[in-house]
């Protein structure tokens, strides 16, 4: 007898400790630097395109089926600007809901971050947007100057199941150094760090939250460094600032999933799924509770490629009047090219789809020299007719025309900095003539050790650039184009992009020694719209173009160069860069 109670006692004991422990399983996805690509279809290039929230959609629809509860779909930025969509919702058809909130508020997102880009389009939109769009928008280091607090909320806070989960929002503070002024004006941005753990010690004084998940529009590391803050500080905070137990982060446009060790010995899973929805951030967490107190704690995480995920047909029935409405858009006729230009002739010497947009510059503003860079890899324009499409692979970013005063020192010595980045210091013929490195699968450098957006080319002087000559010295300007001479002590005026302006990329500051301070005080003229606005309006007036290379400029020694220039388009493109070549 004495047995059997003895076993019924233990049974007992058995059942209420099961009773008293249970394991909860969340899901988190992310979403970053999306782009505009809300749908499987390119508006710029007019052709199907891979990914898109079409297909993130659907993948997170069979997840919430699969997981009741459990999911949490968070975007971290970067949403505003990217593709013709984001374009004709922000400037043209204002009076509309901004279709970015309307992508965000279907979905079901449970919080939304900002990212530069969001910032880059000006109060008048991003104000507009945040009142959209129905989840928190979190950001707690931008800070409202009349307030001292964030503009925005600093966190969100989710609870699934019974587990309380908080979101911590940052975007990287370098915003100044890309944008002027008046378009983030009453805002502040603070270092990542500081504000990380300041925010910490609310958070868990306040919510004693179960999971901490950091959504952070700012890179893996790298990117622009200053006294104040750093530009791509999100691994910098996961190791620093214990509490996090997953950061979700941006900005740099490359995969990344690795789970790192913090200074109070924890481990943090830091996740990017790169740009263009085409990849999504997928932590899973487990949690075990004894007696309701959290006592054990999983993460895992993983990179979906949804670009093979059959479209979400309802998404897309949703969303049709809109895709009718910027398809209308996109494709009215601007005028006609009479030859194709591609921005892949960018990077071996002056090539007519660099310099079409240098002459426009110097059209536009009367400049007496204009610098441009290739903003992207690989697009170009057709012969034939021209539509506004076509305008978005002739100038990607929305960036304001500037006209600045600099010293004929500061121009060459800007132009030192470009060509350091861009090409290497060839010791033999048989060396490569571009700087590329392991970058393939970064979708910003794409082989190159540096960005492309930062290899500036002059129109208005005529130069060489000798890539035998050591860093800082490779740039000998020869005179200016009108057969004038160019003197490094004189003043001209240059036409320039308002990113460029502002000191992005450095070129101005770093390059050609100008204190940060000091640029705003050398901006003679701001166009009061972008400047994809102004070279529309150009090629509208001129109907029929014939666009070619100014031939102003070239690499030398020649002998080694145009070998070395077929051998890295080889590598870069896989085939030749001109198609005249291959005939």
Not at 87 to 113: C, H, P, Q, S
Not at 430 to 448: E, I, Y
């Amino acid at each position: 007898m004495k047995k059997i109670i003895s076993f019924f006692f233990v049974a007992a004991l058995s059942i209420q400790a099961y009773a008293t422990e249970r394991t909860i399983k969340l899901t988190f996805i992310e979403t970053s630097d999306v782009h505009g690509s809300f749908f499987p279809y390119d508006f710029t290039n007019r052709k199907p395109r891979p990914g898109s929230m079409a297909r993130v959609s659907s993948y997170v629809k069979q997840l919430r089926k699969q997981h009741r509860g459990n999911i949490v779909l968070l975007d971290n930025g970067d949403i505003l600007q990217g593709q013709p969509t984001s374009y004709f919702y922000n400037y043209v058809a204002t009076n509309e809901r901004n279709i970015a909130a309307d992508v965000i508020n279907y979905l079901g997102y449970d919080a939304e971050t900002i990212g530069n880009h969001d910032i880059e389009p000006g109060h008048v939109v991003y104000d507009k947007w945040i009142k959209e769009v129905k989840c928190p928008v979190i950001a707690c280091n931008v800070i409202n100057k009349k307030t001292g607090k964030p503009y925005t909320h600093p966190y969100a806070v989710v609870k699934r199941n019974g587990v309380k989960i908080v979101i911590l929002g940052m975007l990287t503070p370098a915003i100044p150094n890309w944008l002027t002024e008046n378009i983030w004006e009453g805002l502040q941005f603070e270092d990542m760090v500081t504000s990380a753990r300041k925010w910490m010690k609310i958070i868990r004084e306040k919510e004693h939250p179960d999971v901490v998940i950091g959504l952070f529009h700012s890179g893996r590391e790298g990117g622009i460094k200053t006294k104040e803050y750093e530009e791509d500080a999100s691994i910098v905070v996961a190791k620093q600032v214990p509490g996090f137990d997953v950061v979700m982060f941006g900005h740099d446009h490359t995969r990344y999933n690795q789970t790192l060790r913090n200074t109070a010995g924890k481990e943090v899973l830091c996740i990017n799924p790169a740009n263009n929805a085409m990849t999504v951030a997928q932590a899973d967490i487990s949690l075990t509770y004894k007696n309701g107190k959290l006592t054990g704690k999983q993460v895992k995480g993983t990179l979906v490629d949804v670009t093979d995920i059959e479209v979400d047909e309802d998404y897309m029935t949703h969303f049709k009047p809109q895709m009718a409405k910027v398809n209308n858009y996109v494709d009215r006729i601007i005028g006609n090219f009479q030859n194709s230009i591609y921005t892949r002739d960018s990077y071996f010497g002056s090539c007519a789809f660099t310099d079409f947009i240098l002459n426009l510059q110097l059209q536009i503003t009367k400049a007496d020299i204009a610098f441009n860079a290739p903003l992207q890899f690989d697009a170009s324009i057709k012969a034939g007719p021209v539509r506004v499409a076509d305008m978005f692979n002739l100038y990607r970013f929305e960036n304001q025309l500037y006209v600045m005063r600099l010293k004929g020192e500061e121009i060459r010595k800007h132009l030192e900095m470009s060509y350091d980045l861009w090409v290497n210091t060839m010791k033999s013929p048989d060396d490569h003539l571009l700087l590329l490195a392991n970058t393939r699968d970064d979708a910003q450098r794409l082989g190159f050790k540096n960005f492309t957006f930062n290899f500036d080319s002059a129109a208005g002087i005529d130069y060489i650039v000798d890539v035998t000559k050591p860093d800082g010295h490779k740039v000998k300007i020869l005179r200016m184009s009108n057969g004038q001479p160019f003197d490094e002590h004189k003043w001209y005026t240059v036409a320039i992009n308002s990113y460029r302006g502002n000191g992005g990329g450095e070129l101005l500051t770093k390059g050609a020694g100008i204190p940060k301070d000091s640029l705003a005080g050398r901006i003679i003229y701001r166009s009061p719209r972008d400047q994809r606005y102004y070279l529309m309006q150009e090629i509208e007036k001129m109907g029929t173009v014939a666009p070619k290379a100014n031939n102003n400029w070239r690499f030398v020694p020649e002998k080694w160069t145009e070998p070395a220039a077929k051998r890295d388009s080889l590598l870069l493109f896989g085939h030749k860069r001109n198609p005249k070549e291959e005939k």
